[in-house]
């Protein structure tokens, strides 16, 4: 290992306000790599289990990786992960941006935050100065407020800053941290646990870039993605339309999720398509550090609602989500409300998954319209779900049921309101149908995260889309044949077994599925030679794919030891039902199929198939002896 | 898929006369690439279990890869598989020198004979000409002769030509193949099925070298091997010494094999060492198609035996097995036994075991000096092996019994003598110690081709030889800490579960561990870049090494549909005895810890713990799912 990766980690005991680093040695880094992987570490190693997510003894990791920050496209991911108060499980999301490569420019790999402040805080970081400092002031305030006074306390424009919304502060189990005001760490709740920390807002600046391995490899890589990125249809595509694009895509395919997942196609789609935000909406298009794809738009409106340009555009998941799902058609709402998710700090899928889960609760007579805070809550209702977005934020009425997202809103209400909760695990539904895409059902089945759209991207299993771009690069993986779509057979549950590690890698090290996917224009070759010239490690796909295999039963442990089992990994009714009209009308996952699927998983990650518990040689197998003691107290264990 | 490898398949029925050929796809070719998963494909396919070994049943392959003839160092292996008369399981063994690249040149990728011919015949292929021709003449003819005979009558001295001895024709049980009177296909017998076929010689000549797909980086890592491959270590032991630098190795360290393993010190090792050998014999060095590291000998001598260097010098096994393993200390004998082994077409290791075991009888009283063709069969005895040699080739006298091996031959012979019979699954034990090297044993035991010393590079176990090379090479496997030698815990293991597939991928492609293992020259990057450039096929060390468990799956369920199961991956009992003496005096294995290692490995396998059966989730991984009925059957049945 040449190279010597010398990094630092942050801890920050916000209880106690001590502040300290470490400095792990390099064969930490090079076996858990960053992100997702240095974050679960930390969780296993130090957190109980048990313990109320929302209380001091929780964890908040934010952690990039050995190779954030590196000058080309995709590098700019970072974790954030914590026990999640949405599934009691593990929790983290990624966000992209600025913010992560700033945070290794200002010396660190990772922070590690703990306990909780007695009164509201933010972190300030320079170039390896950690300061705690006072946010009694900015408390109760927009992110976007709140982001505008740092900067101008700090008097440094160029500040960034990951922070949350009221929604965090109010504890709103889907609450997420923004950064820029656009890019979320969306997914599970960690905003949240932010907010049971009293923590406002992590600001960072650094200055020092960190010397990479092999500058020549790195920019001739960088400027052949620049110069030709534009030939991958996939990557033209989200640079033409950002990933609103995918509007249309599904909804001819009768995969766009339409009234809380009733149906796949949306009569009213080409009110929310791509043509149409950029027809009415659009400003420009944004990007990432050192990425030329910019696939993030700005969008700008007066009437009938005002649109601040400054949170950005809806992604596809946030228009359809709060759009189709909700059964909306207004653009102009459905933009509105992502700038509220992004302004209050809440994650947008979960919120306009709650919001579709109370409108059918409505239609079906199961919330009356004085509990519905005196709206008209149907399916359609464009304002009612404006409204809504801002009633969870802040917890009001209706809202206070649906902060605490749809399984516990069902559990709730009851009057039999489960069958309409689309989640996994307590993660609501992201914007892809299983009834279409068969190998997404068991996807969002086993995701450790919950209901998961990214565990494994959706447009591998799928013909319409790009499939010989993916044949023609997921051949390195030893995928040599074209499967059908909607199946679920023993050939499709190996190519999940393949895809998984390769995805799972890209959330250790922080890349981005845009420019990493297997239909996306950096291949698998690019992959190990870019993390090789950035490490300086003569590395390969198959460290690569251990790597991924090593985060999903690092993840995989973490919810063993919080109880989850088997039972855990299934899937809502509604999916062993017809999609109701459409081109999939009728379309249905086969329960019987979907158990010999599910049990076919565990035999081939070699868990034990009763449990769905990882079984002692795999965790050996893949240098994690240290989480053996974790799992053999659950071994025993029956499940129903 | 851009190449379209387009290769050709020869079949042969002896008993017919039949010739024909087929074209698999390029899907066939990606999916089992070459040698011994070439040869496993058509045995698993075409033929049944329980067949006789040496009837005309059994199925005879010829196997070349999708690599072979690359003009590369290392690319000019091929395999000789069938099912074994030695084991009764699968049967395979490699060999270098040019006769793979000529097969290649002349059209083919692999030869699959089946029948039995009446009457001795040889095959005769030039450029996709095919003929069976008459051996009535050569039947009885050493190798050396009869190669002479056929060049003659076919006017070409350029033809390359794999054949057989007497041995062969007289179907010993490890009779072996030999091609250009000095590379042997050595183990497992694969000569005697030869011999059964009454197939005397399979000659080539081949004038159509393929194009491959990237000739200037072939060309430029070729020539980074030249120019640089002396500062490579171990590759420079064996440029300047070949592999007979070993004897002195193991011996100060306590490992070289002396008197039928009792001990692993020999008193006159210096007598028989690579200084001896190139003061007393050495004539010049030689080496295998497109490699400059010419790593074989030739030698000669006149007293106390005429060596013939035509024959070749005796490799490290070759010198072990007829010398210390006999206690002999008489280079020139041990270099006469080699000629006479290629000669009369005889494994070096078997034969040398065969008479170290008979030796041992000898000593104990088992075996009579009337019984020993009137020779004072003790250990140290050189003209005794010599002749013994000549005897097993000929099936005289006590050659008769050895011919069958040492496990049939302790079988006969009774009493007590099963306790010196060094062997797994009827295979003798090759020159390296399991009691010094931990993971031998496990590998020695678990080999689907009985005692194999190249399931995994010994030296990747050993501490004195080249670790940090091996660390810095193995890195890419995810092999980041170094593990002491002598230990088989649960780190060992995982790496021996990480080395497998890499060794065994080297069998498929037919590559040299002189060039490519993980201490030698090329690396795990080069071999992922030349495979690309040769075949076109945008490859990676996942896709390689999931190639190489794919075959240890295919010669296992081979070895499944044949009754082998858990209790034949064991060792001898003088494994879990101490060491007699030398440096490593007292080392022995310990069986409750040889268990758990064997469990372990299983279970890393994803395979039945209780029968060492693949589990059908496993064979599904690899996509061999048309082999889950050949071990169905099998999963059921209790084990001992």
Redesign the interface.
């Known amino acids: ?1 040449p190279y010597g990766y010398n990094g630092r980690i942050l801890r920050v005991n916000l209880s106690s306000g001590e502040i300290s680093e470490e400095r792990p040695d390099e ?1 930490f880094y ?2 858990y790599m960053g992100g997702s992987c240095i974050a679960a570490y930390y969780l296993l190693r130090e957190m109980k289990p048990n313990i109320d997510p929302l209380g001091p003894d929780n964890i908040l990791v934010f952690a990039d990786s050995v190779v954030t920050g590196a000058p080309a496209p995709g590098f700019n991911r970072y974790t954030v992960g914590a026990k999640s108060p949405l599934t009691g499980g593990i929790g983290e999301s990624q966000a992209a941006g600025f913010w992560g490569p700033e945070l290794k420019f200002a010396g660190y790999d990772a922070i590690v935050i703990k306990g909780q402040s007695p009164k509201p805080v933010y972190l300030w970081i320079k170039d390896g100065k950690v300061e705690i400092r006072d946010a009694a002031h900015l408390w109760g305030r927009t992110t976007g407020e709140a982001q505008k006074l740092i900067r101008e306390e700090l008097n440094d424009v160029r500040v960034r800053i990951a922070l949350i919304g009221p929604a965090g502060e109010n504890l709103v189990r889907y609450a997420c941290i923004v950064n820029e005001l656009k890019h979320a760490n969306g997914r599970t709740g960690m905003g949240a646990v932010m907010g049971s920390k009293n923590l406002k807002a992590i600001a960072v600046r650094g200055t020092n870039k960190p010397e990479f391995y092999n500058k020549d490899t790195i920019t001739r890589l960088a400027k052949h993605f620049a110069a030709n990125f534009l030939e991958n249809p996939s990557v033209r595509g989200t640079h033409r339309l950002g990933t609103s694009e995918l509007v249309s895509l599904q909804n001819v395919t009768g995969q766009l999720p339409t009234r809380n997942f009733r149906s796949g196609y949306f009569e009213n789609a080409d009110d929310i398509s791509a043509e149409a935000i950029h027809e009415k909406l659009f400003v420009k298009a944004e990007g990432c550090y050192a990425c030329p794809v910019t696939c993030k738009r700005v969008l700008k409106a007066d009437h009938p609602y005002h649109v601040d340009p400054a949170y950005g555009g809806p992604e596809y998941e946030s228009i359809a989500a709060l759009g189709s799902a909700c059964g909306v058609s207004d653009v102009v709402a459905v933009a509105k409300a992502n700038e509220l998710c992004n302004a209050f700090g809440l994650d947008t899928v979960s919120a306009g998954m709650s919001i579709a889960f109370a409108m059918e609760c409505f239609e079906n007579g199961l919330i009356s319209r004085e509990e519905a805070n005196g709206l008209e809550l149907k399916f359609g209702n464009a304002n009612a779900m404006v409204r809504l977005v801002e009633a969870i934020a802040k917890r009001d009425g209706l809202g206070n049921l649906l902060a605490e997202g749809v399984k516990r809103s069902a559990e709730k209400l009851g009057k039999g309101s489960e069958r309409f909760a689309m989640h996994v695990k307590g993660a609501e539904f992201p914007m892809h149908e299983p009834r279409v895409k068969g190998m997404l059902g068991l996807s969002y089945a086993v995701s450790p995260l919950g209901a998961d759209h990214l565990t494994v991207e959706h447009d591998t299993d799928f013909d319409f889309n790009a499939p010989q771009v993916f044949l ?2 997921a ?4 995928l ?2 074209r499967l059908p779509t909607s199946t679920i057979d ?1 050939d499709k ?2 190519m999940f ?1 393949y895809l998984q590690p390769h995805f799972s890698f890209l959330d250790v090290l922080g890349l981005c599925i845009f420019t990493f996917g297997p239909v996306r224009f950096f ?3 690019h992959l ?1 030679e870019l993390v ?1 010239a950035i490490t300086g ?11 991924g295999e090593r985060r999903v039963h690092m993840l995989r442990v973490f919810n063993c030891r919080e109880g989850f089992n088997k039972k855990d990994d299934w899937l809502p009714e509604r999916m062993f039902s017809p999609i109701e009209d459409g081109p999939a009308a009728g379309n249905k996952l086969d329960q019987e199929e979907f158990k010999d699927a599910l049990k ?1 998983y565990y ?2 990650m ?1 868990w034990d198939v009763n449990t769905g518990i990882p ?4 965790l ?2 893949l ?1 994690l ?1 240290w989480l053996l003691p974790e799992v053999e107290s659950r071994q025993m264990e029956s499940v129903s």
Chains 1, 2 share one sequence.
């Open positions: 290992m064969l090079r076996t023609d690069q051949t390195p993986l030893g040599l044949r023993s549950v190996r077994c291949t698998m070759t190990v090789s490690w003569e590395t390969s796909l198959w460290e690569i794919m251990k790597a076919l035999e081939m070699n079984s002692k040689a795999k050996l197998e240098d002896g």
